[in-house]
């Protein structure tokens, strides 16, 4: 089969056209979203995302701030911090980049962010909210799942969607997404008794157990929709050679970098089973950050536009 590319870039761009529309009307008025990113500490990967992140809200026209902390920055001072941010009036979102460091307790530090201000939907009101049908703040990556069917007219009341891995990030929230869709949802982990046979039950497949190409061929369905949230740096050779083999440039380029990116699904396999899929990279990553832009947008009208009538799910 010639599975469809789900070209999670496109739609990112899309998303983010449209945002940067609707805030040169808004910063008419004198409304400018703005966005706090606090990183702790020296990730490389934390970097690259946070910059990122940064540069979609230049994109649209959104303030942003980054806050850069040492590793050994206290559960006390990040929480001083974060109460700064929350009563300030010109940031409308505030991003705690995870993972902190060992010794900071994160689910204080998430739990102080105000709720409203919660762009990345982690703050436990927001999970009671996304759980009970309320509008609140949307996990990113889920709503961006949710965002790529849409947008590629890909059905999802009726259907049967498994997502493998139950993270509070991603799994959980992707569950309840997809229910609120009038999908049929399992949710599986690494204790799931035959694994392959209960994700070759899927409709729409949603691989987010962090397992680089774990998910061969006998765990699609042949037709499948498959979106695949993992994303590793592979180095090594051998593996790279045997799960690339159908992307010669994609094998040059590991040859002149010395890595690659997958994701928690095979490359191979998926294009030759599934009937469309999202790839990696350049699947789901993009749309997580056109999703926080969407979500800092949201908070700014929630908080700014007494009248605005929020929906439940954005
Ligand atoms: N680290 C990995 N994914 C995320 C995310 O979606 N939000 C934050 N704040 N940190 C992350």
Known sequence: MDARILDGNAIRDRVLAELASEIAGSARQGVVPGLAAVLVGDDPASRIYVRNKIRACNRIGAFSETIRLPAKTSTAELLALVQELNGRDDIDGILVQLPLPRD?????VLCSVDPEKDVDGFHPVNVGRLASGQPGMVPCTPRGLIEILK???IPIKGRHAVI???SNIV???AAMLLLAEHATVTICHSRTRDLPAVCRRADILVAALGRPAM???KYIREG???LDVGISRLRDEAEVGRLLAHAPNRLARFRKT???LVGDVHPGHVREVASAFTPVPGGVGPLTIAMLMS????AAKRRRQPSYDATAFP
């Open 104 to 108: 900071v307790d994160a689910q204080q």
């Open 151 to 153: 947008r590629s007219a």
């Open 164 to 166: 493998v891995g139950r």
């Open 171 to 173: 799994g959980k929230p």
């Open 215 to 217: 998910l061969t061929r």
């Open 224 to 226: 499948a929709v498959v």
């Open 258 to 260: 010395g890595s690659a």
């Open 295 to 298: 979500n800092t947008l949201e």
